[in-house]
């Protein structure tokens, strides 16, 4: 399986760009998969998920109403479209998919199987 992010860039405060993420592979027995996000010196973060067969959404509470993560399954494709970007929201962006069954809802990065390349997201003041 390999997943391939794109979309990120640099955008002002207030915009509201969306990331993009394909995955090639069988993805039959994927779980779910979801986007986390790191800035230097930091651990990564946690940002959204998305269960791969019911659509069953799951958010930060940092994000929980401004970004709105969704899939294709037929077209292999997750995406997260981010509104009222602020700042803080500066990091790159890695998708990412789980296989073995972990739960959604305690979701860690370290629980991931797969990840995508990270795509840059900066937002300027």
């Known amino acids: 399986v390999q997943l391939q992010a794109s979309g990120g860039g640099l955008v002002q405060t207030g915009a509201s760009p969306r990331l993009s993420c394909t995955v090639s592979?069988?993805?039959?027995?994927?779980?779910?998969m979801g986007w986390f996000r790191q800035v230097p010196g930091k651990e990564r973060e946690f940002v959204a998920a998305i269960s791969w067969s019911g659509g069953y959404t799951y958010y930060a509470d940092s994000v929980r109403g401004r970004f709105t993560i969704s899939r294709e399954s037929a077209e292999k494709t997750l995406t997260l479209q981010m509104d009222s970007l602020q700042p803080e929201d500066t990091a790159v962006y890695y998708c990412?998919?789980?296989?073995?069954?972990?739960?959604?809802?305690?979701?860690?990065?370290?629980?991931?199987?797969?990840w995508g390349k990270g795509t840059q997201v900066t937002v300027s003041s």
């Open positions: 592979g069988d993805t039959s027995t994927m779980n779910y």
């Open positions: 990412s998919a789980e296989f073995t069954g972990r739960s959604l809802t305690t979701i860690m990065w370290y629980g991931m199987d797969y």
